[in-house]
């Protein structure tokens, strides 16, 4: 009763949103994503539970911080940031990203009627092939507030289809992830190559620690190759940046060419990859739990490829669907003799590190602009909002 009296005590609002996160500026894509729909939607909210803080190394106390520093830099958040607890607020329409987040809500929002939208994107409870987790989707989709789901990769979609747990009408297939625009709008990059401004080849890994060696990125791979490829040529340096240190894999004889960052936010990894040549990214799926997978390619990748890093990834799914295979990117086996080869031909031919470094940021640029990703988003909850 309490909580119906709190709910109808609010104007009714256009939109709703809620994270976990958010604005933590380590997760660029969110930080990204929930500031334009919050600007956008001049009537919103978003609910904000910072319990995933701990999954990025960061105090929960420092919550606080990043709320006062995101108000600070867009005063049009003012007040849209609610802060102590979950309350219920009239809306016409709420949104969230992740499985888990949509589950931990929906049973408020369908006690209140409230309709809802969600972005299922790998990770964040969803993975393939696991029944508990096909009932957990079968629960969200059957739930009578449920209107649509915007899914980024290929198999996502294929799998909600060919399981029947959502019809094809009801999905919104985006491929990619929204991701910061800082990089992207500039068109001039100032940064360092190997050769023309600079004598060493830096060689980078990028993404956050969720096993003790991270075999489900493929960190395990990354420092074996490290250790092949640096018997071979002395301007090499390795360069890790995200959840891993020198502590959890050896790195004897290459202590001296390695380099660790820790977690950055997106201005951060900005003024990283501006002086790294290539961006290795091994990643497996099926190995942080059964079903488990990344989206093609990690967030990381997409920022360091905007900021001119050529990219080695694996696709073991086969999930690219625009980019070309050694213009715009280079899709590697997640082995390491794999990756030294792709690695000594651009050494070789340092032409085509410059080429793809070019074509891969023009694609990049497209793929990822808020044109592409962020106005379909916002098109569909408007439309959305005004059925409702």
């Given amino acids: 009763m309490l909580n119906q009296l709190l709910f109808w005590r609010y104007r009714k609002l256009d939109l709703l949103l809620y994270d976990d996160i958010y604005p933590h500026p380590v997760s660029g894509f969110r930080y990204e994503e929930l500031t334009v729909l919050l600007t956008e939607f001049k009537s919103s909210k978003i609910i904000l539970n910072p319990i995933s803080y701990g999954l990025v190394n960061t105090l929960k106390e420092n919550h606080k911080n990043h709320v006062a520093d995101i108000v600070k830099k ?189 977690y950055k936010n997106f201005d951060g990894l900005k003024s990283i990859f501006r002086s790294m040549d290539v961006i290795v990214s091994p990643n497996k799926p099926f190995v942080l739990r059964p079903g488990a997978f990344d989206g093609f390619p990690l967030g990381t990748v997409v920022e360091a490829v905007s900021n001119g890093v050529v990219a080695l990834v694996t696709d073991e799914l086969k999930q690219n669907a ?24 651009l050494i070789n031919y340092p032409e085509k590190l410059y080429l793809i470094s070019k074509k891969g940021r023009e694609k990049f640029l497209k793929v990822y602009s808020n044109e592409r990703q962020i106005k379909p988003r916002i098109e569909l909850l408007k439309r959305e909002i005004y059925n409702c």
């Fill in 322 to 345: 625009v980019f070309k295979n050694n213009e715009e990117l280079i899709i590697v086996k997640g082995e390491s003799i794999a990756i030294e080869r792709e690695i000594i031909k």
């Fill in 74 to 262: 867009n005063r049009l958040l003012k007040g849209k940031l609610i802060c102590k607890g979950r309350k219920y607020y009239r809306s016409k329409l709420f949104y969230c990203v992740f499985l888990h987040n949509i589950l931990s809500n929906l049973s408020w929002l369908e006690e209140l009627k409230i309709p809802f939208v969600f972005t299922l994107y790998p990770g964040g409870g969803f993975q393939v092939g696991d029944k508990k987790v096909d009932e957990s989707l079968r629960k969200v989709f059957e739930s009578p507030m449920f209107r649509k789901v915007i899914v980024t990769q290929p198999l996502t979609r294929d799998y909600l289809i060919k399981k029947k747990l959502c019809s094809l009408e009801r999905i919104m297939f985006v491929f990619g992830c929204v991701v910061p625009q800082q990089s992207l709008l500039e068109r001039a990059l100032v940064r360092k190559n190997y050769l023309i401004n600079k004598d060493t080849f830096d060689i980078c890994f990028c993404a956050a620690k969720y096993t003790p060696l991270g075999k489900d990125k493929g960190y395990d791979v990354f420092v074996k190759f490290a250790h092949q490829i640096s018997t071979k040529y002395d301007f090499l340096r390795f360069h890790v940046i995200g959840g891993f240190d020198k502590e959890d894999i050896a790195i004897d004889g290459i202590e001296e060419k390695i380099s660790f960052y820790g």
